[in-house]
Nanobody, 129 residues
Framework: VQLQASGGGLVQAGGSLRLSCASS????????VGWFRQAPGKEREFVAV????????YYADSVKGRFTISRDNAKNTVYLQMNSLKPEDTAVYYC???????????????????????WGPGTQVTVSS
């Protein structure tokens, strides 16, 4: 599966952006899709994940309540709606996909990069203060 993230840009603190992750190739609906981000000088970190049906989602504590992950399997696209953005959200955002399926009580396991097999190029998000 090939992934392409888009929708990044420059926004003021408190603003919103919606990222998209479009897939081509295999049946997208069979994959869990996650978002990760990497700020300058820092390691890449988990942001959010949506299991294949979209019924189960999981978020990093740092974005919980501000970011929402959703998916439209008919369009082979996963979205990350980012509200109340902060300067510390500035990073390159990546989407990734995996066939691994975890129960609702174990979604935290998607927080590991190693769980994901497919990665797309990132999109830059810059939040100004």
């Amino acid at each position: 599966v090939q992934l392409q993230a888009s929708g990044g840009g420059l926004v003021q603190a408190g603003g919103s952006l919606r990222l998209s992750c479009a897939s081509s190739g295999s049946t997208f609906s069979s994959y869990a899709v996650g978002w990760f981000r990497q700020a300058p000088g820092k390691e890449r970190e988990f942001v959010a994940v949506s299991r294949w049906s979209g019924s189960y989602t999981y978020y990093a504590d740092s974005v919980k309540g501000r970011f929402t992950i959703s998916r439209d399997n008919a369009k082979n696209t996963v979205y990350l709606q980012m509200n109340s953005l902060k300067p510390e959200d500035t990073a390159v955002y990546y989407c990734a996909a995996t066939h691994r399926s975890y129960a609702s009580g174990s979604l935290y396991l998607y927080g590991r990069e190693s769980e994901f097999n497919y990665w797309g190029p990132g999109t830059q998000v810059t939040v100004s203060s």
